[in-house]
């Protein structure tokens, strides 16, 4: 089975700190990406990246950036946290060969 | 632009009653549709993957359905445990980083 962890299932943090969010997948997928779930918003794409070292921006990069130095390890980087990124965040991955995504978790983050 | 809708938004049936629930899609080309599950507070679960018109995939209660401008699900006789949010998503021909597009979601609830 497909298995994809997140490093925490809650996380709660102050505004302007500098937040990591770290997604693992064991299946030796070539693709990872990060979103966020808000309501009435659905998933909304942050980053993408297809390969180590390669990383793409999706829909709302703003205010985030990535960080992917393994094939099996994708990070999430919040420069300096705000409130309106309080969120759902989900990881997922992908083979190049099926582009079914598997997604972990998720982290609920709070910033206050 | 490429695009997902789904509808309803939310629908409530009792245990027993057999509904579907539509995914409607533009795209330039479409090179897979994905059917997912969530649950509240958990990451999408895959469900199935159609990839041309004609196709159909069944999964206990569930059945996936496909044509070239839309996709229905298909439960037979729910029961309580099938509540949750049905998301459905597209790849489109062309897109080789495994770039999935969502719609909003169904939310489903069955009563016992």
């Known amino acids: 089975d497909v298995k994809v962890t997140q490093s925490s299932r809650y996380l709660v943090k102050r505004t302007g700190e500098k937040v990591f969010l770290e997604c693992v997948q064991d299946?030796?997928?070539?693709?990872m990406f990060w979103y966020r779930q808000d309501p009435g918003l659905g998933l909304r794409l942050i980053y993408f990246?297809?390969?180590?070292?390669?990383?793409e921006k999706g829909d709302i990069p703003e205010g985030y950036s990535v960080s992917r130095e393994k094939k099996e390890r994708f990070s999430l980087i919040l420069e300096s946290a705000s409130t309106n990124q309080t969120s759902m965040y989900l990881c997922a991955s992908s083979s190049s060969g099926t582009d079914t995504q598997y997604f972990g978790p998720g982290t609920r983050l709070t910033v206050l | 632009e490429d695009q997902v809708t789904q509808s309803p938004e939310a629908l409530r049936l009792q245990e027993g009653e057999s509904s579907s629930l539509n995914c409607s899609y533009t795209?330039?080309?479409?090179?897979?549709l994905f059917w997912y599950r969530q649950d509240p507070g958990k990451g999408p679960e895959f469900l199935f993957t159609?990839?041309?018109a004609g196709e159909e995939k069944e999964k206990e209660r569930l059945k996936a359905t496909l044509t070239k401008k839309e996709s229905f699900l298909h439960i037979t006789a729910p029961k309580p445990e099938d509540s949750a949010t049905y998301l459905c998503a597209v790849q489109a021909v062309g897109s080789n980083t495994g770039k999935l597009i969502f719609g909003q979601g169904t939310t489903l609830q069955v009563k016992p």
């Open positions: 299946m030796d997928h070539e693709n």
């Open positions: 795209v330039s080309g479409l090179r897979g």
């Open positions: 159609l990839y041309s």
């Open positions: 990246s297809y390969d180590v070292k390669m990383k």
